[in-house]
Each structure stands twice: as C-alpha cells, then as structure tokens.
C-alpha cells in the first residue's frame, strides 16, 4: 500500500533531511580538522626533532675548529678555524648546506653584572636620555630583592596592574630574553632590528644592525668585556676601563636556521677534551637571516 504524504508532512522530511546532512558535514569537518591538526602537530615535533639532531651534528663538526682568543696566529684562515666574532660559515649536514655563526658571549655587557653606571651610560647612549634611563632603572629594580621603586623604574606594583600580572624577579637575570617582561624593552628593541652609526660614512661601510641580544648577555662570566670581539655600539659608548683583552673561549653561542626556522644554542666546549661540547640551553628565536 502506497502512502501519500500531505504537503507540509514532506516539508517536515526535507527539513529533517537537510538537518541530518548539516549534522553528518559538520561530523566530517570536525574530523578532517583533527585530522588536519593532528598532522601539523607531528610535522611539528618532526621538524623539532631533525633541528635539534641537526644542530647537534654541527656542533660536534664546528667544536674541535673554534679557535681560542689568543691562541693562534692563524686563526684569520676560514678553511682551519671557526673564529667566535659572529663572522659566519657553512657546513654541509646530510645533504643540506647550513649557515652559521658563532659569537662568545664574553664579548657583550653582563646584565647580571653590570653597575648602574654602566647600564645608564649604555641605555641613554643608546635610547635618549628619557627611555635610556627609565629601561635601565627598571632593569635594576627587576634584579634587586627589593620594592623600593627607582624615578624611571617599576617594581611589584606595575607588573601586577598588566594583562596577564606577572611578578618581577627580584633577582637574576637566568636568560636573557627575560629582559622582555621588563618594563620598556619591546620586541623591536630585544631583537632588532636597531640601527647604530652612519651609514655611508667614510670609517665604515654601513650602520650597525642588531638588538639587545647581541650587546648584552647573562653569560659574559665576569664585568669587563673582550674588546676584541665586541660590537660596534658597545665599543662607542662605553669607556675604554670596561673593556679587557681576552683568551681562551667563554659560553658560545651557536646562530643557525634551519628546517624553515632559527635556533640559538648557547653552549661551551667540553673542559680539557679536543673535541665535544657541554649544551646550556637551545631554543628557536624570530628569524634573523
């Protein structure tokens, strides 16, 4: 027996119908989402785990050629060393052509270390009298284990008025990208890129280009710095009683991109070994290529 349907009967089943397929297309996007995420995840880690073999495996080559300040009168021929004063160089890794650099961190003013003069006369040097003073302020208010709140500086109080509040040290600089909780020190400023000189002049080629991260550093080891391997603003701006000659190697750090993304390895060459390193600490940074 043959049943007709009225007419709003078969609109009733059209809606349900189209109902139905709306639910069974949202279920399938739902999973190809996953699916699409999930897939980026472990391409992810896949790109993670190759980076860090690959920075592992450069290491172990580059380690036993890093050249001691000091140590050789040799150390200017690029096919026997690898000099630590940023220059940079190439090395093939299972196929792949990588370029990198090497600086020693001995070379850069010690946030940990440096007095209030010297991190005033950097920073208005630097940045203008007005913010100069107030980043430096601020610096020293983070790493003092006080609350007591300098002119410029912010303390407890101005942390915890912020989306998300978040607490001052009170101590330490442990890594220096922690310089940029501090009140002031943007992005831009950490990791350049900041001009410093006159390009086209007739001493030099071209301005200097670079962030905080390339003049200051929580591993110097000490309060001077090795002028040999200074940079260029840090030279300008500070007094020649802040600068010592150095030898042997301090931390290193290791610059690289690779596998569509950079790393920074901060790292020194083991103790009393020719070949081998002892790894601080690694992690991927904005793109400086």
């Not at 995420?37 to 993670?48: E, Q, S």
């Not at 030279?235 to 290791?254: A, N, P, W």
């Amino acid at each position: 027996m043959m049943v007709r349907l009225k007419r709003d009967e078969k609109g009733a089943v059209l809606i349900m119908v189209l109902w139905v397929i709306a639910l069974l297309s949202m279920i399938g996007g739902y999973f190809t989402l996953e699916t699409t995420l999930r897939r980026n995840m472990a391409f992810g880690d896949w790109n993670l785990l190759r980076a860090r073999l690959a920075l592992e495996s450069a290491l172990s080559l580059v380690a036993p050629h890093i050249a001691p300040l000091g140590k050789d009168e040799n150390v200017d021929d690029k096919e026997e060393f690898v000099v630590p004063d940023g220059s940079t160089y190439k090395i093939d890794i299972a196929g792949q052509q990588l370029s990198f650099s090497i600086e020693d961190e001995r070379g850069k003013l010690d946030v940990n270390r440096a007095s209030e003069d010297e991190l005033v006369e950097f920073f208005v040097a630097f940045l203008g009298k007005t913010q100069g003073r107030d980043i430096a302020e601020s610096i020293l208010d983070w790493r003092d284990n006080d609350d007591d709140q300098r002119p410029g500086g912010a303390e407890k109080d101005y942390y915890l008025s912020l989306l998300p509040p978040y607490e001052p040290a009170n101590g330490r600089f442990l890594l220096l990208e922690q310089l940029l909780l501090v009140k002031g020190v943007s992005p831009r400023l950490f990791w350049g890129p900041l001009e410093w000189g006159e390009p086209g002049s007739k001493e030099q080629e071209g301005s200097w280009k670079g962030g905080l991260q390339d003049l200051l550093t929580v591993y110097n080891g000490g309060q001077e710095i090795v002028k040999d391997i200074a940079a260029e603003p840090l030279i300008d701006i500070l007094g020649k009683e802040y600068f010592k000659d150095g030898q042997g190697l301090g931390t290193l750090r290791f610059k690289t991109c690779v596998y569509q993304s950079c790393y920074q390895v901060f790292f020194k060459k083991a103790p009393g070994a020719k070949t081998g390193f002892t790894l601080i600490h690694w992690q991927q940074v904005p793109r400086f290529d």
